[in-house]
């Protein structure tokens, strides 16, 4: 998957779930309301994404960069 197809996917409410996102830019994207679970994201760019009220369980995020990641709900 790229950027395009999970900005894509997250637009039509589809879920992105047990992606190999691992290294990924995806940096201020909109990801609200995403179906992220069980994705391996270590390594990703996180930073300045909209993640609100996205589903993360169960997700690796080790050395993830959230900086600025809004995180809320």
């Given at each position: 998957?790229?950027?395009?197809?999970?900005?894509?996917?997250?637009r039509k409410?589809?879920?992105?779930?047990g992606q190999n996102l691992?290294?990924?830019?995806?940096s201020r994207l909109d990801l609200t309301g995403a179906n992220l679970a069980g994705c391996d994201l270590s390594g990703a760019n996180l930073r300045e994404a909209k993640?609100?009220?996205?589903?993360?369980?169960?997700?690796?995020?080790?050395q993830a960069d959230l900086r600025g990641a809004d995180l809320s709900g």
């Open positions: 998957m790229n950027r395009d197809t999970i900005v894509a996917a997250v409410g589809e879920a992105v779930t691992a290294g990924m830019d995806l993640l609100h009220r996205a589903n993360l369980s169960r997700c690796q995020l080790c």
